[in-house]
């Protein structure tokens, strides 16, 4: 088969692109009469931790026959002569001349062999040993270094070299893919910047200086944690779409933090144009630590490209953007994240979201979705519009004014994007049957800083479980107010509602979304359809204008009916 043709794409606070701290090595700290790590005095902790590193030049080492298994030498008559002898004063010969002489291996290590794993001999530039990824703790930014990587290359070039498959070969993911390697909103930046002939993706031009929280988005040191902004959105979308509708790539790999990769795997689904495969990959631990998850998704991820088991007959993709997490392919729409550890991800629509899983023999897709999806979404950015109403607060009262949505080359406006706040209910609301929305201040202030700064705007009720009801009156007539001041509502259940909502009223019913997904797909619809018809007195609407508010909701429940 020819190899496929994969575009790795690199999201932000991504575990699966994050390192263990270096810490100095021990051998480092003795050669240069440093204290030695906690707890590794003699008798307690007799191994240094080997960190992948490249090396500078070639050198001969000599490995002690039958060393790789404890059984190995009671196989020995199975096995060819050895390549020599090491005498006790640690010489190489041919032959034996000793009793006491060991049977070698002689092995020439040379720098394009790739990364291998030896002690971590750096200090700080004062003499000091690396503790953590900070010279001290709580360090400030110019003071710390940084865990995550760039962008991919280096933890697919560290899983082909180091990992090892169930045959025990390696190069799990070069025997069958080709990769690029893409900056999306990575994890990791080039604060000094970086000349294009250094760069390791398959961008053009110099790489400027980057700064944390505007390029690259780490979640680690803590106290320097930066999340990517509500306006990244339109850049992922737009970067995506370039990179997957250029006809060079068989299927893509987004790689993100495991919080957030529910949210962005599914505004990927909703919004990119395209008919290839796009998988999601995260993991719980970082790339090199024990058990870390992270290598085994991103190589399931290529299987599950190269396998075509989610082509329809035309060779389309009839899965959408799927999470492929912990041997379980996951349909984007319905998983999330319960639990920080491997494993820790549901369906949130019952075993229907869970569309296939890997085998022995490879991957299998047991259930096709039937929400609509990538290059059949009705909000994908291909068919959105240049322009949509939206409205905004004037010394008039509400107005209906225009929000550029795209611009004259189809990208999607940072702009464009809507704010979209979800209100969550629970049972036992102090006063809840008082009718006085007077109480309700925080509501008010943001329907209000709503209408005079986000002409696009929405909110997703999350209510009581499973139909989304809201047990406030005053929270109620809250929204309605903002239903018939332009502004779409989606009611949906509690928790991971497996029910769909009902319908009926001016509010949108979401379907069995969770309130994060509802909320990204009403953000979709905002661009869309636009905003909701406006009534004079939203506290108190005509019935002409109940029934235009009903006839938009219509187009909004369709979009939440199918996707």
Known sequence: MPKL????????????????????????????????????????????????????????????????????????????????????????????????????????????????????????????????????PFAPDSKARQGFFPDGSRSFEEIDRLCIGANGLGNLILSKADIDFHRIIPPAGYRKGLPAASRTDVGEGDIPPEVRGRDFFPYKPRHLNAAPPMRALASIVNKVQKIVSSDKYDGAIWTQGSPRIEETSYWLNLLIDTTIPICANAAQRPHGQISNDGPQNLVDSVDYIASKVWADPQGRNLAGFVLVQDQQIYASRDVT??????????????????????????????????????????????????????????????????????????????????????????????????????????????????????????????????????????????????????????????????????????????????????????????????????AHEPDNPTADEKAATAHKVKEYQAVFHTH
């Not at 009671?74 to 000793?98: I, M, N, Q, T």
């Open 5 to 136: 043709r994969i575009a790795h794409l690199a999201g932000g606070n991504a575990t699966i692109q994050n390192t263990p701290p270096l810490v100095t090595s021990n051998k480092a700290r003795r050669k240069h009469n440093l204290p030695l790590i906690e707890g590794t005095e003699e008798g307690r902790a007799r191994y240094d931790v080997l960190r992948p590193q490249r090396l500078a030049a070639p050198v001969t080492v000599y490995v002690e026959q039958f060393s790789a298994h404890p059984l190995e030498a009671d196989a020995a008559e199975l096995y060819c002569a050895p390549d020599g002898y090491v005498d006790v004063d640690g010489k190489f010969h041919k032959e034996r001349r000793s009793p006491a002489d060991r049977p070698v291996y002689e092995i020439e290590l040379r720098p394009e062999d790739g990364v291998y794993p030896m002690p971590y001999m750096a200090r700080q530039a004062d003499g000091r040993p690396w503790e953590e990824e900070c010279t001290d």
């Open 337 to 534: 994240k319960i639990a920080a550890r491997p494993g820790g991800y549901i369906s949130t629509s019952g075993q229907s979201g869970v569309l296939g899983t890997f085998g022995h023999d490879g991957p299998v897709l047991h259930y096709a979705p039937m929400s609509r999806h990538t290059h059949c979404s009705e909000v994908r950015v291909t068919v959105l519009p240049s322009e949509v109403a939206g409205v905004r607060m004037t010394e008039r009262g509400i107005a209906t004014v225009p929000v550029a949505i795209k611009n004259a080359g189809g990208d999607l406006l940072e702009t464009a994007i809507p704010e979209v706040a979800i209100v969550k209910n629970g049972n036992y609301i102090a006063d809840d049957l008082d009718p006085d929305v007077a109480r309700e201040v925080d509501l008010i202030a943001l329907i209000e800083h709503r209408l005079r700064h986000a002409p696009l705007a929405g909110f997703v009720i999350e209510g009581l479980a499973p139909y989304g009801s809201i047990p406030s009156v005053a929270r109620n007539k809250l929204m309605l107010r903002a239903a018939y001041s332009g502004m779409p509502v989606v009611c949906v259940g509690r928790g991971n509602p497996q029910e769909a909502v009902p319908e009926g009223g001016p509010f949108v019913a979401g379907s069995n979304l969770t309130s994060t997904k509802a909320r990204l797909l009403l953000m979709a619809c905002l661009m869309r359809f636009g905003s909701m018809p406006v």
